[in-house]
Structure formats: structure tokens, C-alpha cells
């Protein structure tokens, strides 16, 4: 068996799980933040919705520094628009990584900001630690704004409050 063979049924159930969130996400609250040292709405949805990014740029290249090269952050506008920059973003990574052989995940791949390395490993592990781990951090995060604006939870890992499945 090979390794994408692993990580893809855990990648399309973490995306699965990721949508039904930002599905959620209410238009008209954008600017909302629990905490003044919070992000608001708007760049944390656009944030997590635009994560799945990583994954196809971990990869298609050796590393990432961020004192080069800049990422357009996304921002909200609207839900339309949250869900297409994701739902391209998942369907360009997956496919990236259905064709990754086990060598090139094995590759080392290092993200960086000029001389300072930030994270360092092979790609699988940027994968799962970077790309997939900061989803599920960023969709909890997100999770605990939706409650606070009683918008009902979608179920990730179980049910949650507002659905019993």
C-alpha cells in the first residue's frame, strides 16, 4: 500500500467536514471576532477555506519562504464565494496527491521566512502537520465562532448539539 493510499480517505473526510463548516459560516457577520485579540470572521473563514492551498504547493515544490514569495489572503465576500476558492482549491490538491508516489512524499520540503526555517520534514509531514492538522485547528476555532453566533455546528468527529448523527 502506498502512502496516499492512506492519506486520501482521512484528506476527503477532513475536507468533508472542513465544507460543512464554512457552509456555515454567515454572511452578514464578517467583521465579528470573539475577542480583541481574535481574527475576525471574515479572514478566519477566508483563511481555512484557502489552507488546502498548502497542500498542493508542499506538493509541487521543494519549500515555501514567505519573505519571497506572498500569499494573497482570502477574505470573505460571501459564502459563494468562500466555497468555490475551497472547493477548487480541494479538488486541485487531491489530485496532486492521488498521483504523489511514495518518493516524492518522502521528499524533504521546508517552509520558511528568509533565513528563518519555520517548519522542516518530508511532505507527508507537512501534509498531515501543516496542511491537515492547521485545517482541523482553524475548523474548530471557526466552530467555537458559530456557536457564539448560534449558528448550529455541523458534526465532525461525532455529533454535536445541534445534529444527532
Given amino acids: 500500500m502506498q502512502i496516499r493510499e492512506l492519506l486520501l480517505p482521512e484528506y476527503d473526510r477532513e475536507m468533508e467536514k472542513t465544507r460543512a463548516t464554512l457552509a456555515r459560516v454567515p454572511e452578514n457577520d464578517g467583521e465579528f471576532k470573539p475577542h480583541e485579540k481574535s481574527t475576525m470572521l471574515k479572514k478566519l473563514s477566508g483563511h481555512l477555506a484557502q489552507l488546502p492551498l498548502f497542500g498542493e504547493m508542499i506538493l509541487t515544490t521543494p519549500e515555501f519562504d514567505m519573505a519571497v514569495n506572498r500569499m494573497q489572503p482570502l477574505i470573505m465576500e460571501s459564502q459563494k464565494q468562500l466555497l468555490q476558492a475551497f472547493d477548487g482549491q480541494v479538488k486541485e490538491t487531491r489530485e496532486k496527491l492521488a498521483a504523489a508516489s511514495d518518493e516524492a512524499l518522502f521528499a524533504p520540503w521546508k517552509l520558511s521566512a528568509g533565513e528563518r526555517v519555520i517548519m522542516k520534514g518530508t511532505r507527508y509531514e507537512m ?3 501543516l496542511m491537515l492538522n492547521h485545517i482541523v485547528h482553524h475548523r474548530a476555532q471557526l466552530g467555537v465562532y458559530l456557536r457564539m453566533k448560534d449558528v ?10 445541534d445534529e444527532a448523527n
Avoid: E, K, W
Fill in 127 to 129: 501534509l498531515r502537520g
Fill in 152 to 161: 448550529p455546528v455541523p458534526s465532525i468527529y461525532g455529533p454535536s448539539a
